[in-house]
């Protein structure tokens, strides 16, 4: 268990940029939560996707941290570059976790992709008489 521990609080430590009150603790439970049978599985997971991205059918918005370990610029302009519908925003000052660095930023950020997302699906009304 204390390997576990450890390893929780080593992993919680690299998905942010500075730390984030209350957060971390969190994030070290979460982590174990996950049995041990179901870690080695998500260990053995490719960190680069980047064969599926053309199954992608839906606009993606891309969040990440410029602290980020496992994210570059030339990641995200690759994958941008595959799904021309799909929109990045980075953040200057956060890592990994930039929904618990900047969550009012993410939130809006979030909110208003979807509203775009909707409003251009949205059938076009006859104009009024």
Do not use: C
């Amino acid at each position: 268990m204390a390997d576990r521990l450890e390893a929780s609080r080593l992993g919680a430590g690299l998905l942010t940029a500075h730390p984030v009150p209350g957060w971390t603790d969190t994030a070290i439970m979460l982590g174990l939560l996950v049995p041990p049978y179901a870690q080695a599985p998500l260990r053995k997971h490719p960190v680069n996707n980047v064969d599926i991205v053309d199954k992608i059918g839906v606009p993606v918005l891309v969040i990440y941290g410029q602290y980020d370990p496992g994210v570059s610029d030339s990641d995200v302009s690759r994958f941008l570059k595959q799904l021309p519908t799909s929109k990045a925003i980075k953040y200057e000052a956060s890592g990994h976790a930039t929904f618990a660095e900047e969550p009012e930023r993410f939130n809006r950020d979030l909110a208003s992709f979807v509203d775009q997302r909707q409003d251009r699906s949205r059938p076009k009304q006859p104009s009024g008489r």
